[in-house]
């Protein structure tokens, strides 16, 4: 029994120590991030040596996170929200989570299609998800647009990530905000007996299957495409820049608001405006070689090798009104 | 002494006052009311309609989840019974080689994430993996035939090896707390050793079994991280399409209430079955000495427990230990330190709580075993079969709320605000894991009260024990391997526990589990192995120190 003692004691002292909440010191941002802790912190900690800014993060899912400081109300201390995918901001600002940003710097970095009308929200990287295959067994010329993957020719040689995923949403999203649901629900089941296997839970194993044969076209995030080829120049897979003589390239953004209740909202523009400017971006695009979405930056070398392309200009926002739309229509043909 | 079926607490009960121990059994209520609040803020979501997200997964999906959900209780519950019945009767009865090392390297898997025993059978076993890579190398492109991995066959088979061990340990302690003379009895009076296991061993050790087994498949419906690796979709995956593919919350409370009511009528259905035969454990557990297997027997008996070890630990950890060398450690940084000591602190603290917590309903349920005590017992454990973020939201919409009163009332008061106090917090975390957690320590507390023999508390009530003293010095000595088990649970449990971590931690909480979120979530596996690496051993020492204790 004295184990169990001296154990609950030891538990209790220690419970007292963490339980003392931390002091918010002045001059720092506090920032909820769905973008992961190491594509973000190192921007931060730049942004910290060069202003003397203190930077606060946690970062969490997208979907509670939003919960979370919708709850919180205008108690929250978070300044700043960051998430992944167009349709998680425009949530946000749906929620009335954020408060509108009017700077010329921001308006000027960021074009027009990767920010909310309504200057709540700005895209921060730019996410192209575009087609891929392997080069052994496909020519370029073979490829032409999203919607040609449902062409017979492809029948047992297409893979897919799961519907599931944010980023299938969103490119369905942009579907029907082109084509309505009818087109769009026949393009998607059109893919569906295309399948080499079954959807996958993400994009590295799709690729991977792919550099195994299993498949021969694909369609991915270019950066995930990115690391495989730095870890891997030799794999046998190519990028192919879809649907160049339409509307171009699905592209979706990671991106940034200052919440409605911000504590130092100030600050948080003023790091957001940061997070706008060429060093930041390079840093953002170099961390995770995705394209930067001020035009003025160059993305990564490697990325940059891929050639320019075409991108969808129409406002990323509809990804995110049309994303219900999106999961329901997958839902109906078929697709997992 | 050994008592099959008529002796009922219940009738002993007129020798006390009825106001005797009133406040205990307050404590256990507030407990309990307090625990089911999570669950019950769920039901609100059911004045808000929304039928269009229904009408939509009744056409699609629905029938295919519930079936596949069906399918994989089924095969998940058997498969950890067998495995850890199997396992557990194996170690405790017999003597083969290996068994001394096999006996604690069991239960390593706990330390395990299912989602991480998941990516390693898929990155082993899928087409791209390496297995599947040599065998095209020998056979060529189409020249052989490999099962699918991703597959229900694949998923059920993960989630067993990730989750034999709740059965497997607490068997195992039924099984060595039972004591041997009851066998011998069995034998002398001319039982096989078979039909003395069937006919006295296991209905002695079924509430034990049942509890593991209720674990393991209150898991398996929560699990998320599993299902999505295999894509395999699951009543739990229409709760996240409801509210991140659908934007809809309020649906997905309601799919949420729907899955606690199966599992509420399961659990009764279960209960029922087991009826009003109590059995009662003959006192101190005697060491005899095990049987031994010699020759054929004993190399079979080795060799399914270790190729259980090295399915459902030796090959993930070696595949862990080969991207961490692959990758490098140059992750390895102090912030490590403080990954570990987040992660440590938690599990120490919510396994203490949770614990306590767990021994003062299940004591207060059995010394008064009416209705309602047993009804909010039943609600307060149901949190662990809840999807993690449901019941992480859950939580943090109450604290947010209290929060506000709170805040509020100082304001009026005082004329300061006090602002979110203890949202986020470290106490929210820990009550959420209390809350997500009770059911895990309440199953070995409980089912070990279960086997302590009514006369003990009789004598001891009779020579004038207050329920202190009696909880005290009577039932927790006895308890204590049982109290073991659950604390060990809890902590491991805690250490892998993501959902209700990512959502409440506060600034600068991360632990090892929170880090290997984030870099999988990128799919940056290799990097994750580091993380996952230190829980595993960080998992593997209180396991440890419980075998020890035990030998």
Request: net charge positive; proline share 5%; charged share 15%.
């Amino acid at each position: 029994m004295k184990q169990l003692h001296r154990l609950a004691l030891g538990a209790l002292l220690l419970g007292s120590l963490i339980l003392v909440p931390t002091v918010q010191a002045a001059g720092t941002v506090v920032v909820y991030s769905a973008r992961n802790e190491q594509l973000i912190k190192p921007l931060f900690d730049a942004y910290t040596k060069e202003t003397g800014v203190k930077v606060k993060f946690v970062t969490g899912k997208e979907g509670p996170l939003l919960e979370r400081l919708q709850a919180e109300g205008d108690k929250t201390p978070a300044d700043m929200l960051i998430t992944v995918d167009a349709g998680n901001l425009w949530q946000a600002a749906e929620r009335g989570v954020l408060a509108k940003v009017n700077s010329k710097v921001l308006e000027e970095n960021i074009p027009a299609h990767l920010r909310d009308p309504d200057g709540q929200w700005y895209g921060l990287s730019v996410r192209a998800r575009t087609i891929v295959y392997n080069t052994k067994k496909v020519k370029p010329a073979d490829l032409v647009s999203y919607e040609d993957l449902g062409n017979p020719k492809w029948k047992g040689r297409l893979c897919l990530r799961s519907s599931k995923k944010v980023y299938n949403q969103s490119l369905v999203a942009m579907m029907i905000s082109r084509y309505g649901e009818p087109k769009t629900e026949a393009i998607v089941k059109s893919w569906i007996p295309n399948l080499a296997t079954d959807v996958f839970s993400d994009d590295e194993n799709l690729l991977d299957a792919m550099a195994a044969g299993q498949c021969d076209v694909g369609i991915v995030n270019s950066y995930y495409f990115g690391r495989l080829k730095k870890k891997h120049p030799e794999t046998p897979i190519a990028i192919f820049w879809p649907n160049q003589n339409e509307n171009g390239v699905h592209v979706n953004i990671s991106g940034a608001g200052v919440t409605r209740h911000a504590k130092h909202p100030e600050a948080a523009m003023k790091l957001l405006e940061w997070l706008s400017s060429d060093k930041a971006q390079n840093l953002f695009a170099d961390s995770n070689m995705e394209f930067p979405a001020n035009p003025k930056v160059k993305p990564d070398p490697l990325a940059a090798s891929w050639g320019e392309f075409k991108h969808d200009t129409v406002n990323v926002s509809e990804a995110g009104k049309l994303q219900a739309k999106a999961v329901m229509l997958m839902d109906r043909a078929g697709y997992k | 002494m050994f008592y099959p079926g008529s002796v009922d607490t219940q009738a002993v009960r007129p020798a006390w006052r009825v106001s005797d121990g009133g406040w205990w059994r307050v404590a256990a209520l507030l407990i309990a009311v307090l625990v089911s609040m999570p669950v019950l803020m769920l039901l609100p979501a059911w004045l808000t309609p929304s039928s269009e997200v229904w009408r939509h997964l009744a056409d699609t999906v629905l029938g295919e989840l519930l079936r596949n959900t069906l399918v994989l209780l089924l095969g998940v519950g058997a498969g950890v019974l067998v495995l850890g019945v199997g396992l557990a009767w194996l170690t405790v009865m017999y003597e083969f080689p290996g068994r001394r090392v096999f006996e604690w390297a069991l239960m390593l898997p706990l330390g395990i994430p299912a989602y991480v025993m998941a990516f390693v059978a898929v990155g082993l076993l899928d087409f791209s993996g390496p297995v599947q890579a040599a065998l095209r190398a020998v056979f060529g492109q189409n020249g052989y035939w490999f099962p699918r991995i991703r597959s229900e066959g694949g998923v059920i088979a993960v989630m067993t090896l990730a989750l034999y061990p709740y059965v497997y340990m607490l068997a195992r302690s039924a099984f060595l707390s039972q004591g041997r003379t009851l066998m011998e009895a069995g034998r002398s009076l001319g039982l096989s050793p078979r039909a003395a296991f069937v006919r006295i061993a296991l209905p002695m050790a079924r509430p034990a079994i049942a509890a593991g087994v209720a674990l393991a498949l209150m898991e398996t419906l929560a699990d998320f991280g599993a299902v999505t690796i295999f894509n395999y979709d699951t009543f739990t995956t229409a709760i996240y399409k409801a509210w991140f593919g659908l934007f809809n919350l309020g649906a997905a409370a309601q799919l949420s209430t729907l899955l606690l009511l199966f599992v509420a009528v399961a659990l009764y259905a279960e209960r029922h079955w087991r009826g009003q035969s109590r059995y009662y454990a003959a006192g101190k557990p005697v060491q005899g000495h095990r049987h031994r297997l010699t020759g054929l027997r004993a190399a079979a008996a080795c060799g399914f427990a270790l190729s259980v070890l090295a399915l459902a630990f030796i090959i993930p950890v070696g595949q862990l230990i080969f991207w961490l060398v692959s990758a490098g450690i140059e992750d390895l940084d102090a912030g490590y330190v403080e990954f570990v000591s987040h992660t440590v602190s938690l599990g120490l603290l919510a396994a203490l709580f949770t614990v306590a917590a767990a021994v003062l309903l299940a004591y207060v349920r059995k010394q008064w075993p009416g209705r309602l005590m047993r009804a909010v017992t039943r609600l307060a454990t149901l949190g662990y079969a809840l999807p993690g973020a449901v019941l992480a939201v859950g939580i943090m919409l109450a604290f947010t709320r209290l929060d506000r009163q709170v805040d509020a009332f100082v304001q009026t008061v005082f004329g300061v605000s006090t602002g979110l106090l203890l949202s986020s917090s470290v106490a929210a975390l820990l009550f959420a894991y209390l809350v997500r957690f009770l059911a895990v320590a309440h199953g070995p507390v409980e089912s070990a009260l279960e086997r302590i023999k009514p006369s003990l508390q009789q004598a001891a009530r009779s020579l004038g024990a207050s329920h202190r003293e009696l909880l005290w010095r009577v039932y927790l000595p006895i308890l204590r391997p049982g109290l073991l088990s659950a604390a060990l649970l809890v902590f491991v449990e805690v250490m892998k526990e993501l959902p209700a971590t990512l959502l409440l931690r506060p600034f600068d909480w991360d632990t090892l589990a929170i880090r290997i979120f984030e870099l999988t979530s990128e799919g940056e596996w290799q990097r994750a192995a580091l993380p996952a690496l230190t829980l595993v051993l960080v998992g593997l020492l209180p396991v440890i120190l419980l075998v020890r204790r035990k030998a």
